[in-house]
């Protein structure tokens, strides 16, 4: 299986096959892209523990592996895609099965007017001019590796443009399932997103295994908003428990737009998820929630910077972890305050539960602040449920199990309250009730 | 006998607390432990109640006929017993409704009864509100989370008109409450009140058992019972204080 010395060799191979692949579609404009992306690829090298931002998230289980490209062809009839959409969701639905995006699974139906959504691999044919003045912008391919190599292999994703005044009247939902078969598989899903002055959208992206099978996901979002743009952004991370996700939001926001994040993530043996988002002009606000529930020898890992470009902004952050077994939690918020961005308002928060004596948190906020009319605060708390709660409702006669369930589940309500769209939030709970349930009755 | 207290030592972090209680209860009995700060009283509730910090160095209880001392807490509110909190916990992200629902739920499991349906909880929760005046719109909220002082006591005695213990201890309900509060509370506790259940009313001061009018006083010192009475031996204690009982060879009631 390792015919190649090391996972960055087995990427570069990985890269020439896909090449081959590609016939025409290697004459396209956004093909340019890819090469400059592989060239910087290889030129970098991987994190390990020496990197400040990699500190505490140990890779070498990923550098281990040696990927493939998936097949090109899927036979959809071995699965019930069907199951893994969300039930009775009134939503515009993408649906990718390995990274392509299937339009015989998805509804794109009578999309209201002013909004565009399109595969990216449909634009990337055609040379979509719109996609190649975004795509790739915001993101430096050229520094982080994980970068460059998805930027390298993109090939389908969503890309969703949104025309200046429109309030789009549901949710984008991309699904994002693998379909691996114990084939090793990566795959770089790729989202574009533009919304226009005055505009509004709802996203949901989730990620969902059909398996346990060991594959790679290598994820990009860019996010534009213009001018008052309103973007509500909800991912459901479920990927299978071998799985190595790495996932990139860049969120560029122009005057008095807002975005928030919602992070629900239970998957992966891996999971890195970097959060960037950039004040471009003032009274700009920025909310970023998550929840995640780990246990076995899984890794979960927020790095989210909120740059105060300008002044006017505000941000809030809110991260909270429940950690059982081995497993490893890792938080770091950057939070830059420049010199003009005065009356910046940033919060920032990261409560974690450690239910086993083994787990471990690694938190750290950081913050850099160049201006002096400013109100900053962040605080991370570690602990174990409370007792005194937990006595509060034996005293009532709820059993032990009972009070650890009802106290975990109240740990984690206040981020997944925050979701607005009810299906999510419903199926964000049931994951969760299912995760905590499993977790206190195995103890 | 309901409750039947023997010789209860009790530790806490090491230190002796509870020197050897006596006590015994019967249905239809409310009883009330009055004393001086730090004399142990709150000590005896939670240890009733089974607090695990409270460790239990000689003694027994005898509750209901069982040996209470080796139930866990929530077999003793299954049981029956009912621990009304002088600093009720708050607890978000966890409505009034859910824990009550839970509990109710978990108490008749262990009777061997039915779980109630979604419309005869309902149905009990807003007949049991009326009991304490409880403002509707706390239900639905978080328990004890941003709630007044009041309001937290009125909650503590809302559980106990939902989960009807036999025996119910109220420690320092009145702690906190203005007088009108106090009323609404005592009313409730007096609505309770029946010949197949008990009441320990804990308090510092005699104000309560105006309202809540005990069979019995006890004065706890020092971790011990050293005078028993009549519902006349709070309004002396009102009258002459706690001093007149703080001389250490002071007879010990039984």
């Given at each position: 299986m390792n015919k190649y010395k090391n996972i960055k060799e087995s990427f570069l191979n990985n890269f020439k096959d896909f090449e081959n692949q590609l016939n025409g579609e290697s004459k396209s404009d956004f093909h340019k892209i890819r090469k400059d992306a592989i060239k910087h690829f290889a030129e970098l090298d991987f994190p390990n523990n020496k990197n400040e931002e990699w500190?505490?998230?140990?890779?070498s289980p990923f550098l281990k592996q040696r990927f493939s490209l998936p097949e090109n062809?899927?036979?959809?009839?071995?699965?019930?895609?069907?199951?893994?959409?969300?039930?009775d969701i009134d939503a515009y639905i993408m649906v990718f099965i390995n990274g392509k995006f299937f339009s015989k699974l998805s509804q794109l139906n009578n999309v209201q007017n002013g909004i565009k959504i399109k595969s990216i691999s449909h634009c990337i044919k055609n040379n979509d001019n719109n996609l190649l003045k975004y795509l790739?912008?915001?993101?430096?391919y050229k520094n982080d590796i994980f970068s460059s190599l998805s930027t390298a292999f993109t090939t389908d994703g969503a890309f969703i443009s949104i025309a200046d005044n429109c309030i789009v009247d549901k949710p984008v939902y991309l699904l994002y399932l693998t379909l691996a078969n114990n084939v090793e598989i990566q795959t770089q899903p790729r989202n574009l997103i533009v919304a226009g002055k005055n505009s509004q959208l709802t996203i949901i992206e989730q990620f969902s295994s059909t398996d346990n099978s060991t594959y790679f996901t290598n994820t990009i979002t860019e996010l534009i908003l213009q001018e008052n743009a309103v973007i509500d952004h909800i991912k459901v991370q479920e990927e299978s428990r071998n799985a190595f996700h790495i996932a990139r939001m860049e969120v560029d926001q122009e005057r008095s737009s807002n975005f928030t994040s919602h992070l629900v993530s239970i998957g992966a043996k891996l999971s890195r998820n970097d959060l960037n988002s950039k004040f471009n002009d003032e009274g700009s606000e920025a909310m970023l929630n998550g929840l995640f529930l780990i246990e076995d020898d899984q890794l979960f890992d927020v790095h989210s910077f909120i740059d105060h470009a300008n002044a006017n902004c505000n941000s809030h952050e809110h991260y909270k972890g429940i950690m059982d077994d081995n497993s490893r939690g890792v938080f770091n918020g950057k939070i830059m305050v420049r010199k003009?961005?005065?009356?910046t308002n940033a919060f920032q928060e990261n409560n974690n539960i450690l239910l086993s004596e083994n787990a471990l948190i690694n938190t750290k906020p950081q913050l850099e602040i160049f201006a002096d009319d400013v109100k900053c605060s962040h605080g991370a708390t570690i602990g174990q449920l409370d007792n005194d709660a937990k006595f509060y409702l034996k005293s009532r006669g709820i059993g032990e199990e009972a009070s650890k369930v009802i106290l975990l589940h109240a740990f984690a309500s206040d981020v997944v309250n925050l979701i607005k769209v009810d299906k999510v939030k419903n199926y964000a709970e049931e994951i969760i009730t299912k995760r905590i349930n499993t977790r206190v009755k195995g103890n | 006998m309901l409750l039947e207290i023997k010789d209860l030592h009790a530790k806490v972090e090491g230190k002796e607390i509870l020197k050897g209680i006596n006590l015994n209860i019967n249905k239809g009995e409310v009883h009330a432990i009055m004393g001086p700060n730090g004399s142990g009283k709150s000590t005896l509730a939670q240890a009733l109640a089974g607090r695990e910090e409270y460790e239990i160095t000689k003694g027994k209880v005898i509750y209901n006929g069982k040996n209470l001392l080796e139930l866990s807490p929530e077999d003793r509110a299954r049981e029956g017993l009912f621990l009304a909190f002088q600093y009720p916990i708050e607890i978000p992200g966890v409505s009034n409704t859910n824990l009550l629902k839970t509990a109710m739920n978990e108490i008749r499991k262990y009777r061997g009864e039915e779980e109630l349906d979604a419309m005869e909880f309902l149905t009990l929760l807003k007949e049991k509100m009326k009991v304490v005046e409880l403002d509707q719109s706390l239900i639905s909220r978080a328990v004890n989370e941003g709630f007044s002082g009041g309001e937290k006591k009125k909650n503590e005695i809302f559980q106990m008109a939902v989960l009807e213990p036999k025996l119910s201890i109220l420690d320092e309900t009145d702690s906190g409450l203005d007088i009108d509060a106090l009323r609404v509370v005592a009313n409730g506790v007096n609505k309770l009140k029946s010949d197949e259940n008990a009441i320990i009313v804990v308090t510092h001061y005699q104000r309560l058992l105006n309202y809540i009018v005990p069979d019995f006083v006890h004065v706890l010192y020092k971790g011990k019972i050293v005078k028993s009475g009549g519902k006349e031996l709070a309004l002396e204690l009102e009258d002459k204080g706690y001093d007149w009982l703080k001389v250490d060879n002071v007879q010990v009631a039984g």
């Open positions: 500190r505490y998230t140990n890779i062809h899927i036979n959809l009839d071995q699965i019930n895609v069907s199951k893994y959409i969300l039930k790739g912008k915001y993101v430096d003009d961005a005065q009356k | -």
